[in-house]
T-cell receptor, first 117, second 110 residues
Framework: GAVVSQHPSRVICKSGTSVKIECRSLDFQATTMFWYRQFPKQSLMLMATSNEGSKATYEQGVEKDKFLINHASLTLSTLTVTSAHPEDSSFYIC?????????????FGPGTRLLVL | SQQGEEDPQALSIQEGENATMNCSYKTSINNLQWYRQNSGRGLVHLILIRSNEREKHSGRLRVTLDTSKKSSSLLITASRAADTASYFCATDEGAYKYIFGTGTRLKVLA
């Protein structure tokens, strides 16, 4: 299957700093990527849809100024958690949409664990 | 809102036994995926089954899909201690959005 990578896999930062997480589709181009977050022992929740060359679409309750998304190329989307606070500590997972002819499949990255001290 | 719901929430079995997990969803889907997540680790893709498929196999894994009942099952045969993890189903509700279920925590005892 297609491969999606995330970097970094783990990050620890101080409260008030900003953290950037990268999501890359390694062997296909993805005009659409998604960002999810997962709290401990809970399921993944969609945060936003990232479209290459346009503004991201955020789900209800997700602060767009807090979670900045940039999809500057067909293989890279970034999520920046601005002025991170301990409550932002979570597991962030991206996915990329692969289109092959009429078939569309979403592939998930391995995730990034963020710990804000 | 969460669409997929796994059942049971937790499952504990002996090594060598089979483990069955179920996933139900509410709306029509294009496909359904199963993922495994070890504690504190990322998602590992297991199987994708499309809405026009009824069953798929991958090694010791067998996934079924019943679109009339809006449900899917994941069967792990001859379980091993290394299969201990949380298992999630993910459904696409259109517009490319995937909804993850709450997961089944599987514990395989050696």
């Amino acid at each position: 299957g297609a491969v999606v990578s995330q970097h970094p896999s783990r990050v620890i930062c101080k409260s008030g700093t900003s953290v950037k997480i990268e999501c890359r589709s390694l062997d296909f181009q993805a005009t659409t990527m998604f960002w999810y977050r997962q709290f401990p022992k809970q399921s993944l929740m969609l945060m936003a849809t990232s479209n290459e060359g346009s503004k991201a679409t955020y789900e209800q309750g997700v602060e767009k100024d807090k979670f900045l998304i940039n999809h500057a190329s067909l293989t890279l989307s970034t999520l920046t958690v601005t002025s991170a606070h301990p409550e932002d500590s979570s597991f962030y997972i991206c996915s990329a949409l692969q289109r092959t002819g009429a078939q569309e499949t979403q592939y998930f990255g391995p995730g990034t664990r963020l710990l804000v001290l | 809102s969460q669409q997929g719901e796994e059942d049971p929430q937790a499952l504990s079995i002996q090594e060598g036994e089979n483990a069955t997990m179920n996933c139900s969803y509410k709306t029509s889907i294009n496909n359904l995926q199963w993922y495994r997540q070890n504690s504190g680790r990322g998602l590992v893709h297991l199987i994708l089954i499309r809405s026009n498929e009824r069953e798929k196999h991958s090694g010791r894994l067998r996934v079924t899909l019943d679109t009339s009942k809006k449900s899917s099952s994941l069967l792990i045969t001859a379980s091993r201690a290394a299969d201990t993890a949380s298992y999630f189903c993910a459904t696409d509700e259109g517009a490319y959005k995937y909804i993850f279920g709450t997961g089944t925590r599987l514990k395989v005892l050696a």
